[in-house]
């Protein structure tokens, strides 16, 4: 049986925490973000998969230095020089377009910079990749519409594929598990489309596969997201991460059929939350258990202290920035949160 193999990957956000030049010296998260986007693309190659989709998000902001354009799309180039095309969904934080676009061109990268289908031959199977820009204010009214402008009914393929970057009904995130059900910006289960082996979709961090709507009604075609590749906040203290290789062929109905997909996770920095009870607590104590938060803590955690109550005056020193810089190992992220107080953190 013949089958497409396609990696997939989403909201890497690349530039997340790594300023070109920092004001101080402090361990960066921005590195762990570029290391787990390098393993994915090795992963393509040691799967020799046909193509690599992006799901979108592949920066951390829109107004970003060519440099880091220029850094996030090597990779990919490499991916193309070798005979891998490379598809990319510009995602809701580039607003839905790619900075200093000129850095990514090359024959064998596909920006959906606009509703748009590319065909793909694979093994002797014909793949049409139909997808759009992220839709930022009226997803759930015009989803429908962006679909059918994508022109995918025109390529022909025994196999199609929907990429995008938008949240969909019954998707969940947070520690509380938030449901999208409703709002400008999520997608209705009953506009998910028919004849596609499977929507292919960023934006949401979580990694699930959503195959049935609000209701229970099974959905005519997946929705998968692979999640981030890093934890980019506590929210998603405890999430796994990755990627999603899926193998993709023809069935018995038109738009050909997702015969499996497997979460390839990868490594990701802990992220730990210490309640400090520290009201009245002089600078001796409050250091000592700040200490021994750190201590307890894995060596590459980000570790978030939550003070309660109020330390006296002269304690306060030992929360700033480079106070806990100096008590934590240089691998360690930390930051204070004197919780009574409602302050920003300090890190």
């Known amino acids: 049986m013949t089958v497409a193999r396609i990696l997939f990957l989403a909201d890497t956000h690349l530039g997340f925490d ?44 829109s107004r970003v230095p060519a440099r880091l354009v220029q850094q996030a799309f090597a990779p990919l180039k490499r ?35 606009r509703p748009q289908t590319f065909a793909l031959e694979a093994k002797g199977l014909r793949l049409a990749l139909a997808g759009f820009p992220c839709e930022r204010k009226e997803a ?3 989803f429908a519409a962006l679909v059918e402008d994508t022109g995918w009914r025109d390529a022909g393929a025994a196999v199609n594929l929907l990429c995008v970057h938008q949240a969909f009904e019954g998707a969940t995130v947070g520690p509380s598990d938030f449901t999208f059900r409703s709002g400008d910006d999520v997608v209705r289960g009953a506009d998910v ?29 997946p929705v998968l997201y692979p999640g981030s590749i890093e934890r980019t906040s506590f929210a998603e203290k405890d999430e796994p991460k990755g990627c999603l290789l899926l193998e993709v062929g023809i069935g018995d109905s038109p738009g050909g059929v997702l015969r499996s997909w497997e979460f390839r996770r990868l490594p990701a920095r802990p992220m730990l939350v210490r309640e400090l009870d520290a009201d009245g607590a002089d600078r001796a104590r409050l250091l000592a258990m700040v ?50 107080e409602r302050r920003p953190p300090l890190r």
């Open 193 to 221: 489309p028919a004849p596609f082996a499977a929507v292919l979709a960023g934006h949401v961090h979580r990694h699930q596969v959503l195959t049935s709507d609000l209701g229970g009604r099974p959905l005519p075609t």
């Open 140 to 142: 759930r009214k015009r």
């Open 291 to 340: 200490m021994q938060a750190v201590g307890e803590a894995p060596t590459d955690a980000v570790l978030r202290l939550r003070i309660h109550g109020r330390p006296a005056a002269e304690a306060r020193a030992v929360l700033g920035a480079a106070s806990l810089r100096s008590i934590a190992p240089a691998t360690m992220n930390v930051e204070a949160v004197l919780v009574d």
């Open 79 to 113: 991916m193309a020089e070798v005979g891998v095309p490379v598809y990319l969904v510009p995602g809701n934080h580039e607003r839905s377009h790619i900075p200093h676009a000129m850095l990514a061109l090359h024959p064998r990268i596909h920006v959906f910079d």
């Open 18 to 61: 790594l300023p070109l030049r920092p004001r101080i010296e402090r361990r960066r998260r921005g590195h762990d973000f570029f290391d787990n986007y390098e393993r994915v693309l090795d992963a393509a190659l040691a799967e020799r998969v046909d193509a690599i989709v992006h799901g979108g998000d592949l920066l951390y902001r």
